[in-house]
């Protein structure tokens, strides 16, 4: 079972900045993709941005393509979203989760979802 915290959101002024982390425990994390999405209310769950096991590749949604960026650190069993040049548009809650797929963007191949973290953007 693997358990993943995600933290970072909180409001921010469109155009501004946030970084997001997602601590992950009790499964062995640089086995897996990770990815993260995000789901405003009454929308369905929608894919941002994926990241291999190694970190050494990636793939973002058009939406956010040249705005936001995914990392990883698998010594510290995190993973990162850094955002940029934000939009009201990007307001939803966010969220990680695992993969044994790549590159996946459908949410039904991952697991494991964390409680999300709130990012709202303000115009």
């Known amino acids: 079972q693997v358990q993943l915290v995600e933290s970072g959101g909180g409001l921010v002024q469109a155009g501004g900045s946030l970084r997001l982390s997602c601590a992950a425990s009790g499964r062995t994390f640089s086995y897996y993709t990770m990815g993260w999405f995000r789901q405003a209310p009454g929308k369905e769950r929608e894919f941002v941005a994926t990241i291999n096991w190694s970190g050494g590749s990636t793939y973002y949604a058009d939406s956010v393509k040249g705005r936001f960026t995914i990392s990883r650190d698998n010594a510290k069993n995190t993973v990162y979203l850094q955002m940029n040049s934000l939009k009201p548009e990007d307001t939803a809650v966010y969220y990680c989760?695992?993969?044994?797929?790549?590159?996946?963007?459908?949410?039904?191949?991952?697991?494991?979802w964390g409680q999300g973290t709130q990012v709202t953007v303000s115009s």
């Open positions: 989760a695992p993969s044994s797929s790549w590159p996946s963007t459908r949410a039904k191949d991952y697991d494991a």
